[in-house]
């Protein structure tokens, strides 16, 4: 699976942006498609999921309510809405796949991964 992210950017605090990641080679059904992040100085975290099969989502408590994840069958597509952004957003945002849904959360069982895209979030 190639993932390719796209979308990232520079807006102020309470802002809109919308991630998208670009899916291809191997059929999809089955796998867990994930959005993480990581600050400067921090480790990486999980920040949303959804089951491509059955748009099963969960997100990290941190973003959960601001935050959306989706995808596009069709187009092979990952999304991520990020509405009423804060500084604490700020991060490099990486798509991730992997087979099974089950502990979505773990950024080391993800085999496959994008190359990232900036998002600075200003007081």
């Known amino acids: 699976v190639q993932l390719q992210a796209s979308g990232g950017g520079m807006v102020q605090a309470g802002g809109s942006l919308r991630l998208s990641c670009a899916a291809s080679?191997?059929?999809?059904?089955?796998?867990?498609m994930s959005w993480f992040r990581q600050a400067p100085g921090k480790e990486r975290e999980f920040v949303a999921t959804?089951?491509?099969?059955?748009?099963?989502?969960a997100y990290a408590d941190s973003v959960k309510g601001r935050f959306t994840v989706s995808r596009d069958k069709v187009k092979k597509m990952l999304y991520l809405q990020m509405n009423g952004l804060e500084p604490e957003d700020t991060a490099v945002y990486f798509c991730?796949?992997?087979?099974?849904?089950?502990?979505?959360?773990?950024?080391?069982?993800?085999?496959?991964w994008g190359q990232g895209t900036q998002v600075t979030v200003s007081s």
């Open positions: 959804i089951s491509w099969s059955n748009g099963s989502a």
């Open positions: 080679g191997r059929p999809l059904s089955g796998y867990a």
């Open positions: 991730s796949a992997k087979f099974n849904y089950g502990k979505y959360y773990r950024g080391n069982d993800y085999v496959f």
